[in-house]
């Protein structure tokens, strides 16, 4: 028998697999196919202090291995994921994790306030790199005083595990990873979406309605292994590995590199019940070599 | 709610209707559960690297005695120019049955209106309907003759109308321009469509003005199919909602068009 259990700082996950905010809604949309109880946590949609009709359709465009999306944070606002969400999925048994998004300080303080009121909640992810909201989000993840600003002032908030979301679309990943770890991160997930877009030629017109987007699937795995791996070279909090893992390999490929954790997204759109078959795989891996821990995997790559 | 299921279905035939059209029959691994017209799948595309995502296909009609369903399927593009190319006992794996379904008429007088691909699931639907006493008639538009696809099952269950872009069978013009339709006063209280938007927009309008009820099928572009993504999401009275989850069907006059 395996272990499988990780330690994200101050949060224990009886397996490493977790699911991406935005591509498992509540969990509850993924039942039918699996059983929650067999992942490591979810993350659920982006919350955000006020409802969010998100941006108009087309929203999404598929590309080679991959797809774009422009949703654009569509949700109900805090108060309906505590007092109408929350209460529906709060005995599922999974570390249950609330993706918190804004568009200034003040909205990110004011949703995870609200979000540590439920004390069953072990967790949040600060969403500091949506490439999808006209201001706000990922801006506050490419520039590192306001990555640190927005981190600090949640943490002031926040008792229980905080982990930040970090974007690709900067240029050094590595120093906003340092200084959210500074202002009070226990962990960092990476990466979110690349910025991207689609043209139709024969319309002569962008595919989605904003125009660009953010890529996710497996075309973007690489960029997202050498991000991980640049990262937890770098800080001394947990790491969550996530960008296209699609199976165990990949999984394991993340945890070589130097994540704790891994999150599964875009995957969950081609095979619903892909978690549980990428925990059975990591076992596999395991036992093939007579791993016994899990962890031992972190950040044994040999370079 | 219904439940959904992922399942590996043997594919027993493949039949080619027109330079575009496929018609797949797929058999269920043991007993199929029950499905409603207007109900979609979303089938995985093995072996293509240009796509990622499942794609979303009506369910075009299911015999439960077979255990069988099909799927008609437009060659628009990598995806379905595999899923068409697949041979008798190849696999096809389904996420299934997704969304919502077409319910039934208060008035025994309807219309299936049906443009393009979009017939696919007005045959499942004209069944549904006889099978509750009900003798639909069909309205089927294509750009030419050789786009409409197997008229003669329609014909099995009622009348056929039909309409043609270029007038090589039926009515020159779109379906809104069926003498059917011209009427000052209709003979139908009812339409069911599904077809490209605006030919849908159109009929919405019509019923609109007519007080017609009108239920449409959408066919927005889909990522989950399970209302997880929120990439399929249409206007509607009460904000953005799933077409994949909320719909695929409508009642016309709930969408802002």
Redesign the interface.
């Known amino acids: 028998m395996v272990d499988l259990s990780v330690n994200l700082g101050n949060l224990t996950l009886r397996n490493p697999v977790m699911t991406a905010s935005g591509t498992f809604g509540y969990g509850e949309e993924y039942e039918d196919f699996i059983d929650l109880s067999e992942l490591g946590g979810i993350i659920v949609k982006g919350t955000t202090a006020t409802a969010r009709e998100g941006n108009p359709y087309p929203r999404m465009a598929e590309t080679s291995m991959g797809m774009l999306n422009a949703v654009g944070l569509q949700n109900k606002g805090v108060d309906v994921f505590c007092n109408e969400i929350w209460p529906r999925i709060s005995n599922r048994d999974t570390r249950i994790l609330v993706n918190v998004s804004g568009s200034t300080v003040e909205e990110y303080v004011e949703t995870a306030e609200k979000i540590a009121a439920l004390e069953e909640v072990p967790g949040i992810e600060l969403n500091i790199s949506c490439p999808n909201v006209k201001e706000g989000g990922m801006a506050f993840g490419t520039s590192c005083p306001s990555a640190i600003a927005v981190t600090r002032a949640v943490r002031e908030v926040f008792p229980r595990h905080l982990m930040v979301k970090l974007s690709p679309n900067v240029t050094d990943i590595v120093e906003i990873a340092k200084g959210v770890e500074e202002a009070g991160a226990d962990s960092v997930s990476l990466i979110n979406t690349l910025l991207g877009m689609a043209i139709d030629a024969k319309t002569q017109k962008p595919v989605l309605s904003t125009v660009t987007g953010g890529l996710s699937g497996p075309c973007v795995k690489p960029v997202a292994l050498r991000m991980v791996w640049q990262v937890a070279s770098a800080v001394q909090i947990p790491v969550v590995g996530l960008g296209g893992i699609s199976s165990a390999t990949d999984a394991i490929e993340f945890l070589l590199a130097g994540a704790s954790a891994i999150q599964v997204g875009t995957a969950n759109f081609r095979e619903p019940d892909v978690t549980v078959k990428i925990v059975e795989g990591i076992i596999d891996y395991m036992e093939e070599r007579g791993i016994s821990k899990v962890s031992d995997l972190i950040g044994a790559l040999k370079v | 709610m219904q439940?959904?299921?992922?399942d590996d279905f043997t594919i027993v035939a493949n039949e080619r209707h027109t330079r575009e059209f496929v018609i797949l029959t797929l058999k269920h691994p043991g007993k199929m559960p029950e499905m409603f017209p207007g109900q979609f799948v979303e089938a995985?595309v093995d072996g293509s690297?240009?796509?990622?995502?499942?794609r979303p296909l009506s369910i075009h009609d299911v015999n439960y005695a077979s255990n069988t369903l099909k799927l008609l399927i437009q060659e628009v593009g990598p995806?379905t120019r595999t899923l068409s190319a697949l041979q008798e006992g190849d696999q096809l794996n389904l996420?299934y049955p997704l969304g919502n379904h077409y319910t039934l008429p208060e008035s025994d007088k309807v219309l299936l209106i049906g443009g393009g691909c979009g017939v696919a699931p007005l045959l499942f639907l004209g069944r549904y309907l006889k099978e509750h006493g009900i003798t639909p008639r069909f309205l089927i538009g294509g750009r030419t003759a050789a786009d409409l696809v197997e008229l003669n099952s329609y014909e099995t269950i009622g009348e056929v109308l039909v309409t043609t872009e270029d007038g090589t069978r039926g009515t020159k013009g779109y379906v809104i321009h069926h003498p059917v339709m011209k009427t000052f006063e209709p003979d139908f209280e009812y339409i069911y469509t599904c077809g490209p938007e605006p030919m849908m927009k159109v009929l919405a309008k019509y019923a609109a003005e007519r007080d017609i009820k009108c239920q449409v099928s959408m066919e927005?572009?889909?990522?989950?199919?399970?209302?997880?993504?929120?990439?399929?999401?249409?206007?509607t009275q009460d904000?953005?909602k799933c077409v994949c989850t909320d719909g695929p069907v409508f009642d016309s006059k709930y969408l802002k068009w």
């Not at chain 2, 439940?3 to 992922?6: A, D, Q």
């Not at chain 2, 927005?220 to 206007?235: D, K, R, S």
């Open positions: 439940k959904k299921h992922i995985r690297n240009a796509t990622y995502l499942r995806g996420v927005n572009t889909m990522a989950c199919g399970i209302g997880a993504c929120l990439c399929c999401v249409t206007p904000g953005h």
